[in-house]
């Protein structure tokens, strides 16, 4: 089958999606001899136009796990605004070294849903973004040489491709509720309103925080004003250049130092074809 254009289209608040997205969609573009073109839709801006694509077109689209599926403030964008068209499809999830549950099968659903043709699927580990220490560094050498492999071995497939395939079989349950987080105690952790806190002292107002923020939650004009949604996405903690920004909540804490505790072994890729 021939492909006229690779676009890879990804959510990546903290960057770890991105690398591995567009490390595959450089290698697809490269192999297949199409032109690759990239949609960050890390900001609310970025994700108000809708995108439209047809067949000749083949689309890595990426974003990370959150409570075990799809970002549920993410989804709507998957479901209204990308119109497939009859073009092939990658879904790449990635997930904090504890578990990716079923926001690959999400993530396949909804793109078959809405006019594409899934060819091939990954749940890529990277470094989770509560807990640096889980994951570190990741994706590191050894996962980008996977998704280059991955990528390979997609672009293998798509040239022996004589009719748009059968949807790509991956594991989980697209319709399956969020993963519930737990705390030390092994009860539910409940931190939804927990927002990030700012210390004066470190803090310049420099407005960074309110730019990389993907819900334009964080007031511009005052950084420690977090008027609208937090979703835990640690943008803002992970980006904030004098270290200002940081969470407090004890459900938080809880579920962090859960995660610490039980999830340090090193998690690898799977892959579909």
Not at 18 to 34: I, M, N
Not at 171 to 178: F, I, K, M, V
Request: proline letters at 8%; aromatic letters at 8%; one cysteine or more.
């Amino acid at each position: 089958m021939e492909i006229r254009r690779v676009c890879a289209v990804y959510y990546s608040a903290t960057g770890t999606t991105e690398r591995v997205v567009l490390t595959a969609a450089r290698t697809l573009a490269d192999r297949l001899g199409a032109p690759l073109e990239t949609l960050n839709i890390s900001t609310p801006a970025a994700r108000e136009p809708e995108q439209r694509f047809s067949a000749g077109d083949l689309v890595v689209a990426g974003t990370p796990t959150y409570a075990g599926k799809v970002p549920n403030k993410l989804l709507p964008y998957f479901q209204t605004k990308l119109a497939g068209g009859g073009a092939l499809a990658v879904p790449v999830v990635l997930f904090g070294n504890r578990s990716y549950d079923n926001s690959l099968a999400e993530l396949c659903a909804e793109l078959e849903a809405h006019g594409f043709h899934t060819v091939s699927a990954a749940a890529f580990v990277g470094q989770h973004a509560f807990a640096a220490e889980l994951a570190a560094g990741r994706p590191d050498a050894q996962d980008l040489a996977l998704a280059e492999q991955f990528a390979q071995r997609t672009a293998e497939k798509v040239r022996g491709l004589a009719e748009p395939p059968a949807p790509v079989q991956v594991p989980g349950d697209a319709a399956a509720p969020y993963y519930t987080p737990l705390g030390l105690d092994g009860q539910p952790a409940k931190f939804l309103k927990a927002k990030p806190q700012t210390d004066p002292a470190k803090c310049t107002n420099c407005g960074l925080c309110a730019a990389v923020c993907p819900m334009g939650s964080i007031d511009p004009a005052d950084a420690a004003s977090v008027p609208g949604v937090c979703i835990k996405c640690q943008a803002c903690v992970v980006k904030c250049p004098a270290g200002a920004k940081y969470f407090d909540d004890p459900a938080f804490l809880s579920h962090k130092a859960m995660l610490e505790q039980n999830y340090t072994r090193r998690a690898e890729a799977e892959l579909f074809f």
